[in-house]
T-cell receptor, first 115, second 110 residues
Framework: AQSVAQPEDQVNVAEGNPLTVKCTYSVSGNPYLFWYVQYPNRGLQFLLKYITGDNLVKGSYGFEAEFNKSQTSFHLKKPSALVSDSALYFCAVRDMRTGFQKLVFGTGTRLLVSP | DADVTQTPRNRITKTGKRIMLECSQTKGHDRMYWYRQDPGLGLRLIYYSFDVKDINKGEISDGYSVSRQAQAKFSLSLESAIPNQTALYFC?????????FGPGTRLTVL
């Protein structure tokens, strides 16, 4: 089955420090991977995706993610965290078992950036 | 995403009541989805639709039904609400791999 795991319920980082939010995946075949962010009282917003090509994917708001096939990981990173980055982050993988574009989401990681 | 709207944004109802959540989109996408979000469980797919003639069950469709009235409208119904359906519900749309989400409906079933 297609799945993603987010091993950390919460990540705490000080403003200005680099941040990493972890995601590992389990798929059959080549993965289509996504990161979404949810701010309080808002819907999910698309950050970035990996389909193929360069293992380092750049996305919105200065975020990037590194695809690592050998470690089956797709960690979200940002060189310098902002307080406004505090939110809930979801990793997702496309369900390749069907032709339909279904996504399977992780359980989410709450990022708290302290001033 | 302002192109995907959901009504109502908040709803409190009682056990046994029928309730409908509505979703509209102006993005021109053919694919639409309903998810529920519960703390610690992430998002789980309830139903999805390729077009007005194509409705498919997701992983947690029991207790829910949907209607695709037009390409732009996709409604979720709870025929007889129960307390464990208390959750945050999201509608999403897509034309490619990227899904775009509405602001959500917070539903409380007493």
């Amino acid at each position: 089955a297609q799945s993603v795991a987010q091993p950390e319920d919460q990540v705490n980082v000080a403003e200005g420090n680099p941040l990493t939010v972890k995601c590992t995946y389990s798929v059959s075949g080549n993965p289509y991977l996504f990161w979404y962010v949810q701010y309080p009282n808002r819907g999910l917003q698309f950050l970035l995706k990996y389909i193929t090509g360069d293992n380092l994917v750049k996305g919105s708001y200065g975020f990037e993610a590194e695809f690592n096939k050998s470690q089956t990981s797709f960690h979200l990173k940002k060189p310098s965290a902002l307080v406004s980055d505090s939110a809930l982050y979801f990793c997702a993988v496309r369900d390749m078992r069907t032709g339909f574009q279904k996504l399977v989401f992780g359980t989410g990681t709450r990022l708290l950036v302290s001033p | 995403d302002a192109d995907v709207t959901q009504t109502p944004r908040n709803r409190i109802t009682k056990t046994g009541k029928r309730i409908m959540l509505e979703c509209s989109q102006t993005k021109g996408h053919d694919r639409m989805y309903w998810y529920r979000q519960d703390p610690g469980l992430g998002l789980r797919l309830i139903y999805y639709s390729f077009d007005v003639k194509d409705i498919n069950k997701g992983e947690i469709s029991d207790g829910y039904s949907v209607s695709r009235q037009a390409q732009a409208k996709f409604s979720l119904s709870l025929e007889s609400a129960i307390p464990n359906q208390t959750a945050l519900y999201f509608c999403a749309t897509s034309s490619t791999d990227t899904q775009y989400f509405g602001p959500g409906t917070r539903l409380t079933v007493l």
